[in-house]
C-alpha cells in the first residue's frame, strides 16, 4: 500500500494515525505508507505507532494542486524523506503549484498518475500508477513499458459508504455546497481501503505491477528512534564543542555566583552548582542552557524586560545565568525533580516578553541559529463549529442551524439528523495547522530531516507537527512568549521617569526590596492588586484575602493552588484550612507530610506529583516522570502511561496503604498535575507580580496609564480609569490639543488617547498628531479643518466626545459649524493658501444642552462614561448598603446595588451551570457575589449596567460574599427629545 491517507490530508483523509494503524494490524500487514496530500503532519507519529506494533513503516507525500494529483513521491530513506520535505516546503512558502514533474527529489521513488505521464523515457526511480479502475485499459491500451507500471491503489475511504463523509469534507474545504462539488473535487468512490487478498486477487492479470510495488515497499524504510534512550535531537553544541560549552557555563556560573550571591557565596551554593553542572554535562543539555543564556543576554541587551520561568527555574544554574530571576536556594527548589539522570527531555524554559520584543528576539534566534523553526498546533474541528459548517454545506439558513443545535434530536427532522451525525463524526479532526503560543525548535540536523514547513504570515517556517511528536523525536522546544504583564512594567517604569523626573530611579529586578516593602505587603494582603499581573481577577482577589497573603512564598502556593486543577481536586480548600487552622494539619497523612511539609501534605506543585509517585507509592524516578508527562493530554492514552498507573495502585497495596488513601491520592493526581505549575514557575509568576504590585503601591497613576496602554488586563477599561480615578486622578476626555494616540498624564491630570474614540480613523489621528507636533496647539475648529484633512464624520466623532471643550463652546453648536465648514465639501483638503479665505458668519439660536446627553456620546464612543453609572439610574431603590457596611452584616439579607464588572461562568458536578458576578458599589468598592444554579436560571444577568442584588452575606476567612437570591438590572433615564 503505498499511496495511504489519514485525516492529515486537511480535510480531505477520514482516518486518524491510530485508526489507521489499527487496520494494518487487524490486516496483518508487515510494511505500510504514509502519503498524506501535501503534508507531513502525521508522519512521525505513524513511524513511532508503526515501529511499536512490528510494521515497518514507509513515508511519501501525495503531491497535489488542490485535488489533482501530479505525483507521488517514495523515500528510499531517511534522505529521501529531507529531499522531499524540502522541496515541499519550497513551494508551500513561495505559494508555488507543484509542477507536473520533478528531478530535484533525490533518493525516493516518483510514481505519476495515468492523467500527468511525462512525455519523456521515464528514469529508473520513476513508475506510472495503475487503480483499480485503470486495470483493464492498463491491460489493453497502454503504451507505457510493462517494467515501469506499478500497483497503486489511492486509500481514502475506510468504506464506500465513508464517500458521503469525504465530500462534506471537501465541500467544508472549498466553501461550497455538497451539490456543487465535482468528480475533480472529491476523490474517486473506487479509493477505499482494500484488504491485501482483495489486493493481490485484483492485480492477478498485472504480475508485473504487483513485482514493482513490492520492489518499492522492500527497497524503501525510515527510521527515527523513539526509543528511551534517544538522545535529543536539538542543536548539540553552542560553541562547536561538548568541552566549549562546558567552559562556557562554567565561565558564566562563576560570574552569576559573584552577582547573585555576593563575594562569599556559601559551600552548600557552590556544592549545588557543581552537581548540576555535572548533571547537565552527563544529559548533554549544555547546548539547550547556552542558547536559552543567549536568547535573554540579546534581550537585556537590548533594554527589554523579561521573566524566564518553567520548570528550568528549579535550576541554580539557570539563576546564574540570568535565565531566571527565581533564587532555587531560597525556595529549596529540587534541581532532581527536573533533571535527572532517569529523564530524557530537558528543563522547561519559558521566557516572556513583551508583546513587542518578542517579535525582534524571534527573528534574533532564527538569524542567529540555522536550523531555528516554529512549532505547530493542530486547529481542530470544535463539535459546535463544525456543525455550522456542515449546515452550510447542505445549503442550511445559519439562524435553522443555531435552531437544530437547540432542539432534543428526538425533534428533529432526517435532513437535520444527518447534518449532526457528520458533525459529530468530524469534531475533532484537525482542520488546519497554527502556529503554537511561542514555541521554537533548534535542531542540530536540517529541519526538513524531520518535517516538511509552511510558512504563516508571521514569515517565519512552521513544523508540520505539534509540541508531542517533537518531543517524541527528541525535539525539545524553547518557549518565547508575549505577555503583556511585562510591557506594563516596561512603559511604567518610562512614563515615571517623564512624570517625576525627580524621583531616584528604580531598579526594578530588587526583588528583595519589594518582598520587604510596608506598603506592597498591605496592599497585598487586602488584595488590592488592580492592574498587577493575574493577582488581579475576583478569584486571586479572594484566595489571597483568605491566605492573608503577605509574603512571598504564600503568593507562591497561591499563584499555584489557583490553577483549575488544584480547585476541582479539592486541594485549594483544604489547604486554605490547612494554612488559616493549625489544628487541620493533624489530617494530613504521616507520608504525605513527610514529603511536603512546606504545603501541609498537599500537592501543589507539579514536582510534588513525582515526590508522591516514588516516596509514597515507590515508582522510580522515570515511571514517576512518565506519570508527570502522562497527565497532560495524549500522554494519558499512551500503554506505558497504563503500566505506570497500575503500578501505582500494586505498590500502594503492597505498601499496606488503604485503599480509600490510595484511591484519594490517586485523584488527586489526576485531577491537577495537567494544570499544576511548577514550583519555580509559580515563584517566577510571583516575581512578575511583586514588581507590578511596587509599582501599583508607590506610583498607582503611571501604573495604570501603563495598563491602559498595554491593552488592560482581566477586565475592561472602564475598571483601570476608575481605579486612577480612586487614587486621585483627575481624567480627563480626548482633547485633540492635550491628547496623544495613548493615554497620557501629565502631574495627576490622565488625559484619555484618541485611539479610544470608536471608528475615530487612525490616518485622522495620526494627521492631527503631526500637525499638532509641526505648527503647535489648535485654536478652533476651524484651525483644525484649516491645518488637517479631515471628513465631517471624523471631526464630528471629535466634536462629541468633546475634543474641543477648550474653546468654550457648546458641543451642538459646534456640530453645526462642522456642518456649515464641510456640508458641502463633505472632507477639508488642508491646502496652503496665501491668504484665509473670509468665511461666513452664522448666528445660531440658544441651543439647549443637558449632561445626560455627554453620558450618552461617551457611552456610545468610549463604550463607557466617565460620569458614574448610578447617575443614570431612573430610580434610586430604598434600603441599600453599600460595600463597607458588608462585614458588619454576616449572615444577614441585605440589598445592594451593584456595577457589573466581570462574571464567570462555571458549572456544578451535575453540570449545572451557575456563575460568580464582580461589582462596584457607589463608592466604587468591590462587591463579590455568588449565583447558584436556581438563582443563576431565575435571576439572569442581562447585560452591562446596575443591578440591584438582594442576598445573604456570608463570610469564609475575611472574604466577604454576597449569595444572591434575587437579581435584576435596573433601568437608566433616557434622554427627552
Known amino acids: 500500500m503505498l499511496n495511504v491517507h489519514s485525516y492529515f490530508s486537511f480535510k480531505y483523509g477520514l482516518l486518524s494515525i491510530d485508526k489507521l494503524m489499527d487496520w494494518a494490524v487487524e490486516n496483518d500487514l508487515k510494511a505500510l505508507a504514509l502519503t498524506d496530500i501535501n503534508s507531513t503532519s502525521g508522519n512521525l507519529e505513524?513511524?513511532?505507532?508503526?515501529?511499536?506494533?512490528?510494521?515497518?513503516?514507509?513515508?511519501?507525500?501525495?503531491?497535489?494542486?488542490?485535488?489533482?494529483?501530479?505525483?507521488?513521491?517514495?523515500?528510499?530513506?531517511?534522505?529521501?524523506?529531507?529531499?522531499?520535505?524540502?522541496?515541499?516546503?519550497?513551494?508551500?512558502?513561495?505559494?508555488?503549484?507543484?509542477?507536473?514533474?520533478?528531478d530535484c527529489i533525490t533518493d525516493s521513488y516518483i510514481i505519476y498518475p495515468q492523467t500527468n505521464i511525462p512525455q519523456r523515457p521515464l528514469r529508473h526511480y520513476e513508475y506510472v500508477s495503475v487503480k483499480p479502475r485503470d486495470i483493464t485499459r492498463t491491460i489493453f491500451l497502454s503504451k507505457v513499458p510493462k517494467h515501469k507500471l506499478v500497483a497503486c491503489p489511492t486509500y481514502t475511504l475506510p468504506s464506500g459508504d465513508d464517500f458521503e463523509l469525504h465530500s462534506v469534507l471537501r465541500a467544508v474545504d472549498l466553501n461550497t455546497l455538497v451539490s456543487k462539488l465535482t468528480d475533480e473535487d472529491t476523490a474517486d468512490v473506487t479509493d477505499i481501503f482494500l484488504p491485501k487478498g482483495r489486493l493481490i486477487r485484483m492485480y492477478a492479470d498485472l504480475p508485473y505491477a504487483f513485482q514493482n510495488l513490492k520492489h518499492i515497499v522492500r527497497t524503501s524504510e525510515i527510521h527515527f528512534d523513539f526509543s528511551e534512550t534517544a538522545k535529543p535531537q536539538n542543536l548539540e553544541t553552542w560553541s562547536g564543542s561538548q568541552s566549549g560549552d562546558y567552559d562556557k557555563v562554567r565561565e558564566m556560573c562563576l560570574k552569576g555566583l559573584k552577582y547573585r550571591y555576593g563575594e562569599n557565596p556559601s559551600w552548600s551554593i557552590k556544592r549545588r552548582v557543581v552537581t548540576e553542572l555535572t548533571v547537565i554535562r552527563q544529559m548533554g543539555f549544555l547546548s539547550y542552557f547556552l542558547i536559552s543564556w543567549d536568547i535573554v543576554r540579546y534581550a537585556r541587551d537590548q533594554g527589554y524586560f523579561y521573566v524566564g520561568r518553567g520548570s528550568g527555574a528549579n535550576s541554580v544554574v539557570a539563576y546564574l545565568l540570568r535565565i531566571t530571576d527565581v533564587d532555587p536556594i531560597e525556595l529549596d527548589l529540587y534541581f532532581e525533580r527536573f533533571i535527572n539522570l532517569f529523564r530524557k527531555s530537558p528543563p522547561d524554559f519559558d521566557m516572556d516578553f513583551s508583546s513587542w520584543d518578542r517579535d525582534d528576539v524571534t527573528r534574533y534566534i532564527f538569524e542567529r541559529y540555522e536550523n531555528a523553526v516554529l512549532l505547530a498546533t493542530?486547529?481542530?474541528?470544535?463539535?459546535?463549529?463544525?456543525?455550522?459548517?456542515?449546515?452550510?454545506?447542505?445549503?442550511?439558513?445559519?439562524?435553522?442551524?443555531?435552531?437544530?443545535?437547540?432542539?432534543?434530536?428526538?425533534?428533529?427532522?432526517?435532513?437535520?439528523?444527518?447534518?449532526?451525525?457528520?458533525?459529530?463524526?468530524?469534531?475533532?479532526?484537525?482542520?488546519?495547522?497554527?502556529?503554537?503560543?511561542?514555541?521554537?525548535?533548534?535542531?542540530?540536523?536540517?529541519?526538513?530531516?524531520?518535517?516538511?514547513?509552511?510558512?504563516?504570515?508571521?514569515?517565519?517556517?512552521?513544523?508540520?507537527?505539534?509540541?508531542?511528536?517533537?518531543?517524541?523525536?527528541?525535539?525539545?522546544k524553547f518557549d518565547v512568549l508575549g505577555q503583556r504583564g511585562l510591557g506594563k512594567i516596561k512603559d511604567a517604569l518610562e512614563i515615571i521617569k517623564e512624570n517625576q523626573p525627580d524621583r531616584i530611579p528604580i531598579d526594578i529586578h530588587d526583588i528583595k526590596l519589594f518582598k520587604e516593602d510596608p506598603l506592597v505587603k498591605i496592599n497585598l494582603s487586602e488584595a488590592k492588586a488592580i492592574g498587577c499581573f493575574y493577582v488581579e481577577s475576583p478569584a486571586m482577589r479572594m484566595l489571597l484575602t483568605k491566605l492573608k497573603c503577605d509574603d512571598y512564598l504564600t503568593l507562591v502556593a497561591a499563584s499555584s493552588i489557583i490553577r483549575p486543577g488544584?480547585?476541582?481536586?479539592?486541594?485549594?480548600?483544604?489547604?486554605?484550612?490547612?494554612?488559616r487552622l493549625p489544628d487541620k494539619r493533624q489530617e494530613a497523612h504521616p507520608v504525605l507530610w513527610s514529603i511536603m511539609p512546606d504545603t501541609y501534605g498537599i500537592m501543589v506543585y507539579q514536582e510534588d506529583v513525582i515526590k508522591v509517585a516514588h516516596y509514597f507509592a515507590g515508582l522510580t524516578l522515570a515511571e514517576a516522570d512518565v506519570l508527570r508527562r502522562g497527565m497532560s493530554g495524549k500522554y494519558r492514552s499512551r500503554a506505558e502511561f497504563k503500566q505506570v498507573r497500575d503500578k501505582f495502585f500494586s505498590n500502594c497495596l503492597e505498601k499496606g496503604y488503604d485503599e480509600k488513601l490510595t484511591s484519594d491520592v490517586w485523584r488527586q493526581i489526576e485531577s491537577f498535575a495537567g494544570y499544576a505549575f511548577a514550583k519555580g514557575h509559580s515563584a517566577s509568576y510571583a516575581i512578575e507580580s511583586y514588581q507590578s504590585m511596587f509599582l501599583k503601591s508607590h506610583y498607582p497613576l503611571e501604573f495604570m496609564v501603563a495598563v491602559l496602554n498595554n491593552g488592560g488586563g482581566f477586565y475592561s477599561r472602564?475598571?483601570?480609569?476608575h481605579e486612577a480615578r480612586m487614587h486621585g486622578a483627575d481624567i480627563q476626555l480626548p482633547c485633540i490639543n492635550w491628547s496623544n494616540e495613548e493615554v497620557t498624564i501629565k502631574g495627576k491630570t490622565i488625559y484619555l488617547g484618541l485611539g479610544m474614540i470608536k471608528d475615530l480613523e487612525q490616518n485622522t489621528i495620526n494627521e492631527a498628531l503631526v500637525e499638532r507636533s509641526k505648527n503647535g496647539v489648535f485654536m478652533s475648529v476651524d484651525d483644525f479643518v484649516r491645518r488637517v484633512s479631515v471628513s465631517l464624520e471624523q471631526l464630528s466623532l471629535l466634536i462629541r466626545i468633546g475634543?474641543?471643550?477648550?474653546?468654550?463652546?457648546?458641543?451642538?453648536?459646534?456640530?453645526?459649524?462642522?456642518?456649515?465648514?464641510?456640508?458641502?465639501?463633505?472632507?477639508?483638503?488642508n491646502k496652503l493658501s496665501l491668504f484665509e479665505p473670509q468665511v461666513k458668519k452664522y448666528s445660531l439660536p440658544a441651543i439647549e444642552h443637558e449632561?445626560?446627553?455627554?453620558?450618552?456620546?461617551?457611552?456610545?464612543?468610549?463604550?463607557?462614561?466617565?460620569?458614574?453609572?448610578?447617575?443614570?439610574?431612573?430610580?434610586?431603590?430604598?434600603?441599600?448598603?453599600?460595600?463597607?457596611?458588608?462585614?458588619?452584616?454576616?449572615?444577614?439579607?441585605?440589598?445592594?446595588?451593584?456595577?457589573?464588572?466581570?462574571?464567570?461562568?462555571?458549572?456544578?458536578?451535575?453540570?449545572?451551570?451557575?456563575?460568580?458576578?464582580?461589582?462596584?458599589?457607589?463608592?466604587?468598592e468591590f462587591i463579590d457575589t455568588v449565583h447558584f444554579p436556581p438563582v443563576s436560571k431565575k435571576y439572569p444577568f442581562t447585560g452591562k449596567g446596575i443591578y440591584l442584588i438582594q442576598g445573604k452575606v456570608i463570610e469564609e476567612f475575611d472574604a466577604i460574599c454576597i449569595e444572591v437570591d434575587y437579581l435584576v438590572r435596573l433601568k437608566y433615564q433616557t434622554m427627552d427629545l
Open 46 to 102: 505513524f513511524v513511532r505507532q508503526a515501529q511499536k506494533k512490528g510494521i515497518r513503516p514507509i513515508l511519501g507525500i501525495d503531491f497535489r494542486n488542490g485535488a489533482q494529483q501530479q505525483f507521488l513521491a517514495i523515500a528510499q530513506n531517511n534522505a529521501g524523506y529531507q529531499s522531499m520535505n524540502a522541496f515541499l516546503s519550497e513551494h508551500l512558502h513561495a505559494e508555488k503549484p507543484i509542477p507536473a514533474e520533478t
Open 718 to 721: 472602564e475598571l483601570y480609569i
Open 566 to 579: 488544584v480547585a476541582k481536586s479539592g486541594m485549594m480548600r483544604e489547604y486554605i484550612l490547612r494554612f
Open 851 to 924: 449632561e445626560i446627553e455627554d453620558v450618552y456620546d461617551e457611552m456610545e464612543l468610549l463604550g463607557f462614561p466617565l460620569h458614574s453609572p448610578f447617575y443614570l439610574l431612573q430610580e434610586q431603590p430604598m434600603n441599600c448598603v453599600l460595600a463597607r457596611h458588608l462585614p458588619k452584616k454576616v449572615n444577614e439579607q441585605i440589598r445592594i446595588l451593584g456595577y457589573l464588572v466581570a462574571i464567570k461562568n462555571t458549572g456544578t458536578s451535575k453540570g449545572e451551570r451557575m456563575h460568580f458576578g464582580t461589582f462596584l458599589d457607589e463608592e466604587g
Open 378 to 476: 493542530y486547529s481542530t474541528f470544535q463539535h459546535r463549529a463544525i456543525i455550522r459548517e456542515v449546515g452550510k454545506v447542505f445549503g442550511v439558513p445559519a439562524y435553522e442551524i443555531g435552531k437544530l443545535q437547540k432542539q432534543p434530536e428526538r425533534d428533529l427532522d432526517h435532513h437535520a439528523k444527518l447534518i449532526l451525525t457528520y458533525g459529530y463524526k468530524l469534531a475533532g479532526f484537525p482542520s488546519h495547522l497554527s502556529v503554537h503560543a511561542g514555541g521554537i525548535i533548534i535542531s542540530e540536523r536540517p529541519i526538513h530531516y524531520f518535517t516538511a514547513t509552511s510558512l504563516p504570515p508571521k514569515g517565519f517556517p512552521i513544523t508540520h507537527f505539534d509540541m508531542i511528536v517533537a518531543e517524541d523525536v527528541g525535539l525539545y
Open 803 to 829: 475634543a474641543f471643550r477648550f474653546t468654550g463652546k457648546d458641543k451642538k453648536a459646534l456640530l453645526w459649524h462642522a456642518h456649515f465648514l464641510l456640508g458641502n465639501t463633505g472632507k477639508s483638503q
